[in-house]
């Protein structure tokens, strides 16, 4: 995808002239927003859409699935799990019980069985069965296709509800705010706020509804492999011209 425009004429308070030979190659402009405007943190938000975009082209959902109700039995059950053991334990269970009607009969000692590594399995079992009653009594075993609906299901809440609409429909309602998007949010001052509802409020409000879907997956992919939460990889990170490093310790923000 092509790189946008430059955006505005926006003057950006430029935090120290780079001295180190690194930084001095860098023709990117570093930014201290601790001062921003509005206008500014939205003009930063936007360059920080466009630079993940072209850090990150092809970032995607990585639990499998293949239709919605998968998708949906899958976010239940990756609460507190990763998607790598979510995906292990998927590929049985939805040989076993591969669509609402077939779930909602089963016996909860054997789904509790299947879905025992996932962790919190007795709850996740109970949700995912009780999920899929009421797909079935409600919806004609269906996922629906709105926020209100999918969380009056069990175990589903507003972050499921997101990562459904927006994976498996396509539909952008909001900003998944999982443990990596929350940090990393933090970081780059687009939010102060720790509790996710919050946080995807902020969100929202900065980046174009047309990212909402790509920047959770993004941001994801950027919180596995460089903005990790004990030791975020900063020095060559592609967000560090954009990145006031919000919480991190001195030795961290000042090794630009
Ligand atoms: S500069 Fe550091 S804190 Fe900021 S996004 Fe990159 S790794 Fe994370």
Redesign the pocket.
């Known amino acids: 995808m092509a790189r946008a425009k430059p955006h505005g004429t926006l003057k950006l308070e430029m935090r120290a002239k780079p001295t180190s030979q690194a930084s001095s190659e860098n023709p990117r402009t570093h930014i201290v927003p601790s001062r921003e405007t509005r206008l500014q943190r939205r003009e930063r938000a936007l360059q920080i859409v466009d630079r993940l975009e072209e850090l990150y082209p092809d970032a995607d959902c990585s639990l499998r699935f293949k239709n919605p109700f998968e998708l949906l039995i899958s976010t239940i059950l990756s609460a507190q799990c990763t998607d790598k053991r979510v995906n292990l334990v998927t590929r049985d269970l939805f040989k076993r019980w591969p669509n609402p009607h077939k779930m909602a009969a089963a016996s909860i000692s054997e789904l509790e069985n299947a879905v025992k590594t996932t962790g919190f399995f007795r709850a996740k079992a109970k949700n995912i069965q009780g999920c899929c009653r009421k797909l079935v009594d409600q919806f004609d075993g269906n996922v629906p296709q709105t926020v209100e609906e999918l969380t009056s299901l069990p175990g589903v809440g507003r972050k499921t509800a997101n990562v459904v609409l927006g994976s498996a429909f396509g539909v952008a309602e909001g900003v998944v705010v999982d443990t990596h998007v929350g940090?990393?949010s933090r970081?780059?001052a687009l939010t102060k706020a720790k509790d996710a509802i919050r946080a995807e409020r902020d969100l929202v409000r900065e980046i174009p509804r047309n990212h909402w879907v790509a920047i959770s997956h993004r941001l994801i992919q950027?919180?596995r492999g460089?903005?990790?939460a004990r030791k975020?990889?900063?020095?060559g990170?592609?967000?560090?011209d954009?990145?006031?490093?919000?919480g991190?310790p001195r030795h961290?923000k000042n090794s630009r």
């Open positions: 940090r990393i970081r780059l950027h919180g460089t903005c990790l975020p990889r900063c020095a990170c592609g967000l560090e954009l990145c006031p490093r919000v991190l961290l």
